[in-house]
């Protein structure tokens, strides 16, 4: 069956270290792999999206950043944490060639930069 | 690109009413149509979702129509009962380009004993 995991599930950083979540899935190939942000109380936020190794798409410029380094994990790091990066991180997924464009979500990582 | 508008913010109903979520998009290209329930501290989960080639979806209690015309879509929750209480957020894509949702600001629903 097909699966998504992220970890860790809660994280508290403080202001100005790094950050790596890492995300992966089971059960397929080649699926297209999303990192959303969510601040506490509100919605849903595209940060990339990846439709391949390699292959990164950025949607809001900060100082976050995403890899695919194999086909079915998906990092999202930092250099330097700020304040305003705290919030819940959702990894979504899309299973490849499936016409229905059908997003299933990870259990999310918590993050609070202190 | 896509611009999703999500109404109303709250909704507060009693027990065994209906309760209407109305979504507005603004991309033509936009062929799906997802809806998304989000419990405290949990993860968004698909409840049901409608294509552009259809008009309206059924899936027990819950059920959504689709207006391409006038560019908006519906969510409507029949019987609400306690366990209905959560977020709900409509989203809006369209086949290529990375398959991205773009989502509404969100509708937090509480059924009132």
């Known amino acids: 069956s097909q699966t998504i995991h992220q970890w860790p599930a809660t994280l508290v950083q403080p202001v100005g270290s790094p950050l790596s979540l890492e995300c992966t899935v089971e059960g397929t190939s080649n699926p297209n792999l999303y990192w959303y942000r969510q601040a506490a109380g509100r919605g849903l936020q595209l940060l990339f999206y990846s439709v391949g190794i390699g292959q990164i798409s950025s949607e809001v410029p900060q100082n976050l950043s995403a890899s695919r380094p194999q086909d079915r994990q998906f990092i999202l790091s930092s250099k330097k944490l700020l304040l305003s990066d705290s919030g819940f991180y959702l990894c979504a997924w899309i299973i490849a060639g499936y016409s229905y464009n059908e997003q299933f979500f990870g259990p999310g990582t918590r993050l609070t930069v202190l | 690109g896509e611009n999703v508008e999500q109404h109303p913010s709250t909704l507060s109903v009693q027990e065994g009413d209906s309760a209407v979520i109305k979504c507005t998009y603004s991309?033509?290209?936009?062929?799906?149509f997802p809806w998304y329930k989000q419990e405290l501290g949990k993860r968004p989960q698909l409840i049901i979702d409608i294509r552009s080639n259809v008009g309206e979806k059924k899936d027990q209690r819950i059920a959504v129509t689709l207006n391409k015309t006038a560019k908006h879509f519906s969510l409507h929750i029949t019987e609400t009962q306690p366990e209905d209480s959560a977020v709900y957020f409509c989203?809006?894509?369209?086949?290529?380009?990375?398959?991205?949702?773009?989502f509404g600001t969100g509708t937090q629903l509480k059924v009132e004993l």
């Open positions: 989203a809006a894509s369209f086949t290529g380009g990375g398959n991205k949702l773009t």
């Open positions: 991309d033509s290209a936009s062929n799906y």
